[in-house]
């Protein structure tokens, strides 16, 4: 049996907050739906959580119990102190508030979808492939074969739990124990369905058309009700979460509300100013690059952004742009400029450091002066 504190990645004096983070951290590491071929790991991981993150559980573990901190087994001779506190207190996995239903509610289940830019930032329908457990098509979750039925545990009687005598140092006592042959259900599946075995649900792949709301970020979840792992005995659906992975645009980037791009721009026109069609998510636009335009610069387009999430607005669009120095001539080409150097009186230019610059390097002297 592997040690469930090893399981978790975690010490044996971790805090509930430890245990409950590190399972998070594997539960999704190794979910089936994320990760599919580790059932196993994920099994071995939910029951770790399961008795450590249950205090009474953990003690009966830590004391040396079962594997699912049911306290200790019976055998032959005086049960241990484990036995007599169960007996006063409530213990030894019995059923004392009564059979454990078959039908339950399924788990949550989380999946990824990889979505482009322009749906992140005005929203759209995608297609998700999701498996998931649903309910079983040939016994409609009843977990039976046709013609049979489930019937009472003939052990148990319907209680989920028989009684059993212990000896302990204060004399014999009676404990509550899961019965054996239900499993705590107080009801068996003589003829258990041939395609689920009697869980009443069967694991699926489903492609389903969600909504993906207009303003989302990469890492968003979208909650969607109902729609994950169908319960035992074909129980009420879990709720199904959609992490949103946005992927890479080749031209626009996201920063908050707002969208960013680059243009390049010739010396003449940053010079002279210009007007140039700029492709964008809403169709062209005109991109007016203003006379005497440095490199750097940034030109904005009001409204030209991605949607705010939850809101009709939108943000900006954001033009930097970048001015190309000509790096060949011709030699007619070469005079136009040195006669244009000699008009501007820059035959000999001169280095000029800019009163931003000389501020940056002020601040940075006065803090390193302690000012």
């Known amino acids: 049996m592997a040690d469930h504190y090893e399981t978790l990645?975690?010490?044996?004096?971790?805090?509930?907050?430890?245990?409950?983070?590190?399972?998070?951290?594997?539960?999704?590491?190794?979910?089936?739906?994320?990760?599919?071929?580790?059932?196993?790991?994920?099994?071995?991981?939910?029951?770790?959580?399961?008795?450590?993150?249950?205090?009474?559980?953990?003690?009966?573990?830590?004391?040396?119990?079962?594997?699912?901190?049911q306290g200790f087994p019976a055998g032959g001779g005086f049960g241990g102190f484990g036995d007599i506190f169960e007996t006063f207190f409530g213990g030894g996995g019995g059923q004392a508030g009564g059979p454990i239903p078959r039908?339950?509610?399924?788990?949550?289940?989380?999946?990824?979808?990889?979505?482009?830019?322009?749906?992140?930032?005005?929203?759209?329908?995608?297609?998700?492939?999701?498996?998931?457990?649903?309910?079983?098509?040939?016994?409609?979750?009843?977990?039976?074969?046709?013609?049979?039925?489930?019937?009472?545990?003939?052990?148990?009687?319907?209680?989920?739990?028989?009684?059993?005598?212990?000896?302990?140092?204060?004399?014999?006592?009676?404990?509550?124990?899961?019965?054996?042959?239900?499993?705590?259900?107080?009801?068996v599946i003589p003829n258990p369905c041939l395609n689920c075995q009697g869980d009443g649900r069967v694991r699926k792949q489903r492609t389903m058309k969600i909504r993906i709301p207009a303003g989302v970020s990469d890492g968003t979840r979208i909650q969607l009700s109902s729609q994950g792992e169908v319960g035992p005995g074909g129980g009420p659906a879990g709720d199904l979460f959609v992490e949103v992975m946005v992927t890479r645009h080749e031209v626009f980037q996201r920063d908050g509300d707002n969208l960013r791009a680059a243009v390049s721009v010739p010396m003449t026109a940053a010079t002279l100013g210009a007007t140039i069609p700029f492709d964008t998510f809403d169709g062209t636009q005109d991109l007016s690059i203003a006379a005497g335009t440095q490199s750097g610069t940034v030109v904005k387009l009001p409204g030209l952004g991605a949607t705010r999430l939850r809101s009709e607005t939108r943000g900006d669009l954001l033009i930097t742009v970048d001015v190309l120095t000509p790096d060949k001539l011709d030699d007619e080409q070469r005079e136009l400029l040195e006669k244009l150097a000699e008009l501007r009186g820059e035959e000999t230019p001169r280095a000029q450091i800019s009163t931003e610059n000389r501020g940056m390097f002020s601040r940075m002297r006065e803090r390193f002066a302690g000012r």
């Open 9 to 69: 990645g975690v010490s044996k004096d971790a805090s509930a907050a430890e245990i409950k983070s590190s399972y998070r951290k594997l539960a999704r590491k190794y979910h089936p739906d994320v990760n599919p071929g580790h059932e196993d790991e994920f099994k071995a991981i939910s029951l770790a959580y399961d008795v450590l993150s249950d205090p009474e559980k953990r003690r009966n573990y830590d004391m040396g119990g079962g594997e699912n901190g």
């Open 103 to 187: 039908t339950q509610r399924g788990k949550d289940a989380l999946v990824g979808v990889n979505i482009d830019l322009k749906t992140a930032a005005f929203g759209g329908n995608v297609d998700l492939d999701v498996t998931t457990a649903v309910v079983c098509d040939t016994c409609s979750g009843a977990g039976t074969q046709e013609g049979t039925k489930i019937e009472t545990c003939s052990l148990c009687h319907g209680a989920g739990s028989v009684q059993r005598m212990t000896r302990t140092l204060l004399g014999q006592m009676v404990t509550n124990q899961t019965c054996n042959s239900c499993h705590g259900f107080g009801t």
